[in-house]
């Protein structure tokens, strides 16, 4: 029973690090020992069906209550508390950055960085264009972008480094996401496609994606670390720029500098 209690305490907490923007679930899953037996749970889903199940169901309960309770807290936090929330997350970012640069040794593999970091910063920007706050209208094409927002929502949940809510925040996504989940039980009542299409992309994205991580980290791993520093390191530079003109004093650059140092430790503390 305590075990039980202890997976979905970490589920939660998994859950509030997921809805952040700039934070990445999946490395705090690998911060409390649990991403290597959930990606093996998922991808072998069908091998000791049983076990699975439980540590999943109790994994994700825990990610599901934090999701539905705590995402009007964040939107409050935004909305009334914009530079110092969005720079405690850069320096939760942030906090995360030295260990992945022990994934893989840079001295000999430099170059191979460098291009994908430039890859991966030029992919970004490209993202970042799209600043438009997204409205859904039920045509076909709105059901189809939530199935899109699955797939990336999940790929990013499998995959350490990545922050899905970073990249809503791009696409300008984020805000209709968080009141999803918000009002997810209202909407399982009113418009239940909504729910359903979001939840099927999740569904069909953690599968293949957890098959995939599964392959390439056994084959790749450095490889695939290089790849996910380069998304962090260019993620965070565009966030800081992004955010830096509304620095209108000294104060709020002081104060920002401040969060930023305090999410670093919180980061450095949670490994």
Not at 29 to 58: D, M, Q, R, T
Not at 172 to 187: E, K, N, Q, T, V
Not at 201 to 212: E, N, S, Y
Not at 242 to 263: H, R
């Amino acid at each position: 029973m305590k075990n039980d209690i202890l997976l979905i305490i970490k589920g939660f907490f998994i859950g509030i690090a997921k809805i952040l923007p700039g934070v990445s679930g999946s490395l705090l899953a690998i911060s409390f020992g649990v991403y290597e037996k959930a990606i093996e749970a998922i991808s072998c889903f069908f091998k000791g069906i049983k076990n699975h199940i439980f540590f999943l169901g109790k994994l994700g309960c825990g990610i599901l209550l934090a999701i539905v309770l705590c995402s009007n807290f964040v939107l409050y936090m935004l909305d009334h508390f914009y530079l110092p929330t969005i720079f405690l997350f850069v320096g939760l970012i942030s906090g995360g950055i030295p260990s992945l640069f022990q994934k893989f040794d840079l001295h000999q593999k430099r170059n191979k960085f460098i291009l994908f970091f430039i890859f991966l910063f030029v992919f970004i920007s490209f993202l970042a264009l799209k600043l438009d706050t997204y409205e859904f209208h039920g045509k076909v094409l709105d059901y189809l972008y939530l199935f899109f927002l699955g797939l990336i929502d999940a790929f990013t949940m499998i995959v350490p480094g990545l922050s899905g809510t970073l990249i809503f925040l791009m696409l300008g996504s984020y805000s209709f996401l968080m009141h999803l989940f918000s009002d997810a039980f209202f909407l399982l009542f009113h418009n239940p496609f909504i729910i359903l299409f979001f939840c099927l992309g999740i569904f069909v994205g953690i599968f293949f994606t957890a098959k995939m991580m599964t392959f390439l980290l056994k084959n790749y791993s450095s490889f695939i670390y290089t790849i996910i520093t380069g998304f962090m390191i260019s993620s965070l530079f565009l966030l800081i720029v992004q955010n830096i003109k509304f620095m209108t004093n000294i104060v709020s650059f002081i104060s920002c500098f401040i969060y930023s140092f305090l999410g670093y430790f919180i980061a450095r503390k949670m490994e």
